[in-house]
Every structure is written in C-alpha cells, then in structure tokens.
C-alpha cells in the first residue's frame, strides 16, 4: 500500500540523502512530470521548488556537479514555464517561485555558480514577466528578488542585465516603474536597487541610465516630492489643535527619505547624472516652492503683525494649493507656494542633509545675497547672475585678487565684501568697511530680510525657531564656502597695515575683527527675552539662539563680541539668575529638580538635524503636557514646569557666558565624582571619617538573603562596607548611596530594624525613581538602630542642606547660606538659641560626653556669622527658662531689620536650625525628671568648667582622647569608660545629655 501512494504521489525513487546530485535529479523528473499547475499538485510544485534551492545552495559550496546538471537540463526554463500559466493556484507557486530565487541568489557565493543561473537570459525574462501585482504578497518577493539581484551587480555581471547591442536593462527600467508605490518598503527597495546600479563603473550602462532614463525618472522623483510637501503644507495648516501627529510625522519621515537618497545620489560624483538631478532640483523644487514661498509672509504685511500671522494665517490665499499639472511647469505659480513656516522647515532640513556644492551653494548665494531686482526678474535670471557671481569668485582665485558683487549686473548692490589685501583701497578705507553694520544692506536682500523679520519674538517663537534652524543649518553646512558666509553667519578677519611707530618706513600688519553685529542684537533679544518671567519662547529656541551667538562672535578661539554686546549678554545672566532666585525654595523637589535638569543637559548639546527631523515642532507652540511633545519644544505648564524652565534658561546662558569668556565650569554639578567613595573602593576603617560612625548591621534583602555588613555614614554617602580579609582594619565598599536620596522608617514590631530606601541618582526629571536598594537592616540592639536612624536622618538633611547652600551661592542669594529646612519650619523658640547653650559634639570624646560651643557656629553654617547675633555673655550654669525667654526677647529687639532673613514673599524667614539638633524620642524633655533610656548604655553628663582668659579649659582625661571634630556623637567607645565617667560626674540643670 505504501508502494502505491509513494508512485501516485511521485515519492517513489526518492533518494535518502536529500544533499546530493541524485535528490536534484529526483526534483528534476518531478518538474518534468508536472508540467501544468493545478490545485492538485500545487502543493508538491512549491516543495519541489523548495528542495532545488536547498540543493543548490549546498551544491554551490560542496559539489561543482549540482550546477553542472542545473544548467544542462535548463531548470530555469521549468521555472519560467510554471509562471506563464494562468491556471489556477499560479500565485501560489509564483510566491514560492519568487521565494526560492530570492534566497538562491541571496545565498550563493561562487563566481562560477552565479554565472551559471544568470546565463541563457532566463532571470531577463523572469524579470519581465507581467506578474499579478495585485496580490501583495507577489508584489513584497517580486521587489525582494530585484533587490537581491541588485547587490550581485559588478563590472562583470552587469552584462548579464544590460544588454548593450538592445540597449535595453530590464532590472533597472522594471523597478523604477515602482518608486512611488505607496508601500514604503517597496519605495525602500526601489532606492537601494538603483543606488546599487549607479555605483557600477561601467560607461556604456550610465550613459544609457543618463539618456534614456534619467531625465523622465528625475523629474517625476521632483514632482512626486512637490506633491508631497503641499499634502504636508495642508496636514500643518489644518490641524492647529494637533490632532494629526501621526499623518503629519509619516509625511515629514518621508520627505527625510526624499533628501536623503537624493543626497546618496549626488554624493557618488557622476558627473552627468548630478548634472541632470541638480538642473531638475534647482529649477523645478528648490528654488520656485522651497525659497519663493518664502515672499508669502511679505503679502501679509509689515513685520509688525509677522507673529499674528505666523500663527493665524499660514497660508498665501484663500486657494487651496493646485495639483501639479506636469513636470516642466511644476509650481510656477502662486497657488503652488506653501506656507512660510514650511518652507523654512524645508529648507533647513535641505542645508542640513545635502552637502553637493552645487546646489547648496546656490541656495545660499539666493538666499543670503540676491537683490529684489534679480528677485522680481525671475528664476532664469537669478541662475544666470549666480553663475557671473561663480565665474568672478573663480577669476579671482586664480588671479589671487576677489572682487565681490552681490549683483554682478546690476550697480545699485550696496554690499562690498573685501579682500583682506587688497591695493585699490587705502588701510582706513579697509578699517571703515570692517565695521560697516549689514543692517544698511538688509532691506536690499528680500529672502535675507524675510529671515530676519522672523526673528521678531514679540508674541511667540513658532517663526524664530525655523529661522534660526536655517540660519544655523547654512553656517555649518560643508558645501556652503566661506565666500558667502563672511560677515553675514562667520566672523571676518581683516588685515590692516600700520607704520611703527619706531621704524617710520616698516609697516606692521594689525588684524581687525568684524561680525554681524545687526543679527547677533536680533539673536540677544531673544536671550533676553527668554530670560523674562512671563515670557513664551521655549527652551529650544533659547538654545539655538546661543549656539548661534557663539559662531557669530568666535573667531581664531576669540570673543570678538563688542563692549555693547557683552553687556547685554551679562545683563541675561543676571536676568535668568533673578528668574531662578524666585523659585529657590526649601521644598525637596527644587533640589531634585535642579540637579535633574543639570544631568539632562550634561547629556549633550541641541542636535540641530534631530531637531529638524521632530514634525510636532511644525504645529503652533503647545503649553500642555498632553501632546506628547518634549518638554524643551513646548511651553511650561504648571508650577514646576515653570521652575525647570528657569533652570535650564539658568544653565543655558551660564553655560554661554563661560564659553565666549574661555572660562571653565568649577561649581557645577553640585555632587563632585570624583571626592565620592565608589564601589569596591578599599577604605581605612581606623580613620575618625569612618571610625566615628560605625555601626554593624545585617542587611536582609526581599528575597530573604541575609549579609552582615558595617554601615557608614559620609558627608554626602551612605556606605556598606564590608571588612578586608586581607587587611586588619581596611573594608571594602559593596554599595554606595547618596544621603539626599534614602528614605528610613522604622519596624513597628522590632525596635532593632530600619527599613531604609536607597535611590538611584535620577537622569531624567520626568523618569521614575528606581531604588538602588530597598532592604531590612537588623541591628544589635534598639540603640544602635536608633542612633543608625538619627544619624541617617541628620545625614540626609545636612547633605540636601550643603547643596541648597551651593545653590543659593551660584544665585547670588544675599544673607543667606541656605533655605530652612522643612522640619524645623515653625519652631520660633530657636530663633536666638545663643552660642554659650549650645552643644557641640566631639567624635573623639566618649560616649555620652557633651561640651559647649566656644567657637562660633558649626561647620554646616559657618557663614551665619553675619546674620546670627552671638549672645554677649558665655553662661556657665543651668539657664532658667524665664530668663532665657527675657534674653530672646531682647537679642531679637536688639537684632537689625536688615540682617534678618526673609522670604521672597516679604514674611519673615524661620531660622535655620543646627542639624546635631534633632530630638531623641526616649529622652524626656522635663527640667527635673530623670533620663530614661535603655538600660545597655549609661548616660552621663559632663562637667562644666568655667572659660578662663585663654579659652575652656578641658578635662585633662578628655583631652587626651580628642582626635577629630565631627557633629555626631560616637557609639562606639568602651563600656568601662562610661562607667568611670558615670560616678564623676553629676548632671547640669537646664542641659538635656544625648547618647
């Protein structure tokens, strides 16, 4: 039985090893036997299609002979047969057909092999056969083996295409037909397939692509881009509540395509075929949509209402754009401009992705120096006087003398740009014409003038920022040469000879700087502007208006910017310092905010072509959050969008300042890397910086994990440490935190745990915080645990308190060191706390040891000195709290107005308290009761001496053991200490004793 179905189903004879000559001639008398595709057999056709490939592929690395049948049968005759039939199920196998030869050429390696199958003309007339593209998926194998085919072209398999004697080349002529298909990735393939032919060196087959192809091809490539950058035109002009993002970002992409592969194209540096495109480009795109429709601001009025119209009224007329009629006359016509914003958008993104001299240096010579006269005489016009404009610039070169004319017909061109030596002119002529202002040739230049009125920020940014991004992306554009960025968007360096004042007859040459003074006061209105409060210019603008200043003033490493221009400049600084000091507060998040900000702009700077590439900046300024849009090409909403904003603005432009100042950053960030402890670092364990505040702890992890770690408490640092095997008194760090970024709480059923959350470091104000540890930490007993949360608590206070202190320094906060600090907010009995009650600890005195404050303020708040009135008397004994309360009262009547903080609001500001000064919940606060507190550890106080004319006069015991000064107090000091200190001492009314 199963003899039988293997013959009917033509698997009798079948081979076992399906890689070898005898399985391919197996799948050759099954070809041989199913000549006509039926839905029976379409099933066995497709497998047997599948095997070949296989077989061949296998053959093509191990066995000449496979390929040597493959041609002598003539397969690929089977191949064609099977596609020419029009039964049913043929789409089926013409799939696997297009399937099997995609991965066959994709996969052969040999030279010989591949010779092999394109020989005899077959895959010519597979190329040519009128497939059914209708069915998606023949079309997707049908591109897909172009493609392939494609990449396998070289100077010798070219041949197998181009067929030189018919003038004909299938492979490319067939796929062109497809480049506006509106699947993208057939569009994608189409691309890359002639890119790839393009780059073949072989004469015969670009002159038959320039002939015959590539003027037809070209300019229905211009065409199609015309007819798509008018669809985004309207996508921009109706959709003013952002509501079509997505139609307008795939438009925008793929306008980015366009440029792209056009680029791709010129950069190969075919003569003829750059010829051809850069004739079309110019004459039927760029220059009559691109640049012209830049004059349809200028119909709507003067510059005065530019903002209102930029916002209200994109378009030139109430006429829809028309539809492009043909291919030699497209947009010719007025009702073929778009709107203004645009093509400033369109325009930048060319300057930015096309580097081909020819056109690039066209576009910009019209833009940057042509006159309304060649303006109103038309586009042919205008060529012809860029090509008398090149012709002088090429004489000159050769001749070693540029002579330059805006207008090389016409007389009337106010503009002399000068050779830095030349001999018909006198040096104080020269001097003269350095300082020449460009405004006075402004009006004379209509394109030139229309980007600078879009410089007008007075009602919103929505025209300066594609201003800007075109003016930017000219500067920096390699194609554009030196020549006509002189003195409009590059400083120039002019040579001036002067006689010596010593030798009359030498002559020693003085260099003159000279800028474009009237564009740079445009561009620091702006910066001021943004520096105001209520102002609606987004941080990008901002941004791009400082890169631009310093391009404009930099020269040879050089501020050349003048006296006027500098003032303006720090009168900004001061501005966006003023802007930030009004949302300087105590609250946590203005720390997390700024330090947030800072990391995000550390990142790098603006990416002008990024920006470019960003559709949403094409819609009309948005203030809310909801668009998805980035938060620097956005207005703030809210609060706090308002205080990053001024935070940025504040980094912006004192990032700007330093640089034009050739000065280098040293307050920023506020956290130093470098003076951090890292992970892994071997730490000296016997130093009082890590001695002092010791303390040993298990960490268990969520996962149950228990590890016996030593926690330290740094000045900005949380550390686990773990100790050195290696080295006695050495410890290795496992994890490192910073003290601003921990949360502590206590275990309500065990007095001994702290359940402590250690943050990562934020990059992005708007990310999540992710915990860099969230574990238990188990300590011996409650008192460590409770001195482990103090010192926890005390350490994240004084580390954020040290960065407001670092902040309010870089603002210029007059009288103040630093903010409140929000626990102690309200608490007005510490107001005028004097210096003689209070207690400063010694990290080398023993536990339960207190002495007083001789020496002024503590290290935290040092620079109180000049605000904080010191008591006049140093009290040796207990204070009563009626007098104490009588010497408040008189110190702050004694206390100058002037010298007291306040907020920005005008109220008065709560002092400051010291952070050693936080309450011990066991320690009760009544004049005449006892302490109580755990029973492990003796609290004792310390005996009082009287100042003497030297200064306190210490215990000689005590003294002995001073080492280090610190704030907190040491846990760690011996038992039997304590105790002896227990019996010789008695306790000091009016002092509260702290562990």
Request: aromatic share 6%; charged share 25%; proline share 3%.
């Given at each position: 039985m199963f003899r039988s179905r293997s013959w009917f189903g033509g698997g009798w004879g079948r081979p076992k090893n399906p890689h070898s000559i005898e399985h391919l001639k197996y799948l050759y008398n099954v070809l041989s036997r199913n000549h006509t595709v039926s839905e029976h057999n379409r099933g066995l056709l497709v497998e047997t299609l599948r095997s070949i490939a296989e077989i061949l592929i296998w053959g093509d690395q191990n066995d000449s002979s496979v390929f040597d049948f493959f041609l002598e049968k003539n397969m690929l005759s089977f191949f064609l047969r099977i596609m020419r039939q029009r039964s049913g199920g043929s789409n089926f196998v013409c799939v696997q057909l297009l399937q099997t030869l995609n991965i066959l050429f994709e996969n052969i390696r040999n030279e010989t092999s591949l010779y092999y199958l394109?020989?005899?003309?077959?895959?010519?007339?597979?190329?040519?056969?009128?497939?059914?593209?209708?069915?998606?998926?023949?079309?997707?194998?049908?591109?897909?083996?172009?493609?392939?085919l494609s990449l396998k072209l070289n100077a010798h398999t070219i041949h197998f295409f181009y067929n030189e004697h018919t003038n004909d080349f299938p492979l490319y002529t067939e796929a062109i037909k497809f480049f506006n298909h509106p699947e993208s990735m057939v569009r994608i393939a189409v691309r890359t397939l002639t890119l790839n032919v393009y780059k073949?060196?072989?004469?015969?087959?670009?002159?038959?692509i320039?002939?015959?192809?590539?003027?037809?091809?070209f300019s229905n490539i211009v065409w199609f881009i015309g007819k798509h950058v008018q669809e985004l035109d309207n996508c921009v002009r109706n959709d003013a509540d952002h509501q079509s993002q997505n139609r307008l970002a795939d438009l925008v992409a793929e306008h980015l395509d366009h440029l792209h592969y056009l680029n791709d194209i010129l950069l190969l540096n075919i003569t003829d075929l750059n010829q051809v495109l850069a004739d079309h480009l110019l004459n039927k795109l760029l220059i009559p949509l691109y640049i012209y429709s830049l004059t349809s601001l200028r119909h709507h009025g003067t510059p005065e209402n530019l903002a209102k119209v930029l916002n209200h009224n994109l378009g030139l007329g109430e006429t829809p754009p028309s539809t492009f009629a043909g291919t030699t006359t497209l947009l010719e016509t007025n009702s073929g401009k778009v709107s203004c914003i645009v093509a400033f958008f369109l325009l930048s993104q060319v300057f930015l992705i096309i580097s081909y001299q020819p056109v690039v240096r066209t576009l910009a010579w019209i833009i940057l120096k042509t006159d309304k006269r060649t303006y109103q005489e038309g586009i042919d016009k205008l060529l012809e006087n860029y090509e008398n404009y090149k012709k002088?610039?090429?004489?000159?070169?050769?001749?070693?003398?540029?002579?330059?004319?805006?207008?090389?017909?016409?007389?009337?061109?106010?503009?002399?740009?000068?050779?830095?030596?030349?001999?018909?002119?006198?040096?104080?002529?020269?001097?003269?014409?350095?300082?020449?202002?460009?405004?006075?040739?402004?009006?004379d230049k209509p394109f030139l003038e229309i980007v600078y009125n879009a410089l007008d920020c007075t009602d919103?940014?929505?025209?300066?920022?594609?201003?800007?991004?075109?003016?930017?992306?000219?500067?920096?554009?390699?194609?554009?040469?030196?020549?006509?960025?002189?003195?409009?968007?590059?400083?120039?360096?002019?040579?001036?000879?002067?006689?010596?004042?010593?030798?009359?007859?030498?002559t020693a040459k003085d260099i003159k700087y000279s800028y474009n003074t009237y564009l740079v006061e445009k561009l620091l209105h702006i910066v001021v502007l943004a520096c105001q409060p209520s102002c609606r210019i987004r941080l990008v603008t901002l941004e791009l208006a400082l890169k631009l200043i310093i391009q404009l003033v930099m020269c040879d490493g050089k501020n050349v910017m003048n006296e006027a221009h500098k003032v303006s400049l720090e009168a900004a600084r001061s501005q966006s310092t003023a802007l930030l000091r009004n949302f300087y507060k105590s609250e946590e998040i203005f720390l997390d905010m700024f330090e947030h900000e800072y990391c995000d702009m550390s990142k790098g700077p603006l990416n002008v072509e990024w920006l470019c590439m960003d559709s949403a900046i094409l819609l009309p300024p948005t203030g809310t959050p909801m668009t998805g849009i980035d938060f620097i090409k956005r207005l703030p909403c809210g609060e706090v969008e308002r205080a990053r904003r001024a935070i940025r603005v504040f980094f912006l432009v004192r990032d700007t300042v330093l640089t034009l100042n050739g000065e280098m950053e040293t307050d920023l960030p506020l956290t130093n890397p470098q003076s951090c402890v890292q992970i892994d670092t071997a730490l000296d364990l016997s130093i009082a910086r890590y001695n002092s505040d010791l303390i040993a702890c298990t960490v268990v992890g969520k996962d149950g994990?228990?590890?016996?770690?030593?926690?330290?408490?740094?000045?900005?640092?949380?550390?686990?440490?773990?100790?050195?095997?290696?080295?006695?008194?050495?410890?290795?760090?496992?994890?490192?935190?910073?003290?601003?970024?921990?949360?502590?709480?206590?275990?309500?059923?065990?007095?001994?745990?702290?359940?402590?959350?250690?943050?990562?470091?934020?990059?992005?104000?708007?990310a999540n915080r992710v915990p860099l540890l969230s574990a238990k930490f188990v300590f011996d007993d409650n008192i460590r645990c409770m001195a482990a949360k103090q010192r926890l608590t005390k350490g994240r206070i004084k580390a954020r308190q040290k960065k407001m202190q670092h902040i309010a320094r870089l603002l210029d906060i007059p009288g103040q060191t630093g903010p409140p600090s929000p626990a102690y907010v309200g608490a007005g009995h510490h107001q005028c706390r004097g210096s003689g009650s209070r207690l400063l600890f010694h990290a080398g005195r023993l536990p339960g040891f207190v002495t007083r404050r001789d020496n002024g303020p503590g290290i935290a708040h040092r620079a109180d000195d000049t605000i904080r009135p010191r008591s006049p008397s140093r009290h040796t004994g207990a204070i009563k709290k009626d007098e104490k309360t009588k010497k408040e009262a008189q110190s702050r009547s004694r206390e100058p107005s002037a010298n007291r903080n306040r907020s920005r609001e005008g109220s008065p500001r709560m002092p400051r308290p010291r952070s050693e000064e936080i309450p011990l919940e066991l320690i009760k606060k009544s004049r005449n009761a006892e302490?109580?507190?755990?029973?492990?550890?003796?609290?004792?106080?310390?005996?009082?001496?009287?100042?003497?004319?030297?200064?306190?006069?210490?215990?000689?015991?005590?003294?002995?053991?001073?080492?280090?000064?610190?704030?907190?107090?040491?846990?760690?000091?011996?038992?039997?200490?304590?105790?002896?200190?227990?019996?010789?001492?008695?306790?000091?009314?009016?002092?509260?004793?702290?562990?």
């Open positions: 394109l020989s005899n003309n077959h895959v010519n007339s597979i190329i040519v056969h009128k497939f059914d593209f209708s069915d998606e998926e023949v079309m997707a194998y049908y591109i897909s083996f172009l493609k392939t073949v060196e072989d004469s015969s087959m670009l002159t038959f320039r002939d015959r192809t590539a003027a037809p091809y002088a610039i090429d004489e000159g070169n050769t001749n070693s003398q540029i002579e330059i004319a805006s207008n090389a017909s016409s007389a009337g061109s106010k503009e002399n740009l000068v050779e830095e030596e030349q001999k018909n002119i006198t040096d104080e002529e020269k001097e003269k014409l350095a300082t020449t202002p460009i405004e006075t040739n402004v009006t919103n940014d929505y025209a300066v920022l594609f201003a800007l991004c075109l003016l930017y992306a000219i500067a920096n554009n390699k194609g554009v040469t030196s020549d006509l960025l002189e003195l409009v968007l590059r400083p120039k360096k002019v040579l001036i000879s002067k006689r010596c004042t010593s030798s009359p007859s030498q994990q228990k590890i016996r770690r030593f926690l330290v408490i740094d000045i900005m640092q949380l550390i686990l440490v773990e100790p050195d095997p290696k080295k006695l008194g050495w410890g290795v760090a496992k994890l490192v935190g910073f003290l601003q970024d921990i949360e502590v709480t206590g275990d309500k059923d065990d007095s001994r745990c702290l359940h402590i959350t250690i943050y990562r470091p934020l990059s992005n104000s708007s302490v109580e507190v755990a029973s492990k550890i003796t609290i004792v106080s310390r005996p009082q001496t009287p100042k003497t004319e030297g200064g306190d006069v210490a215990s000689s015991t005590l003294s002995s053991l001073q080492t280090h000064s610190s704030e907190e107090t040491s846990f760690i000091a011996q038992n039997d200490a304590a105790r002896t200190s227990t019996s010789s001492s008695s306790k000091n009314k009016g002092f509260i004793e702290t562990i």
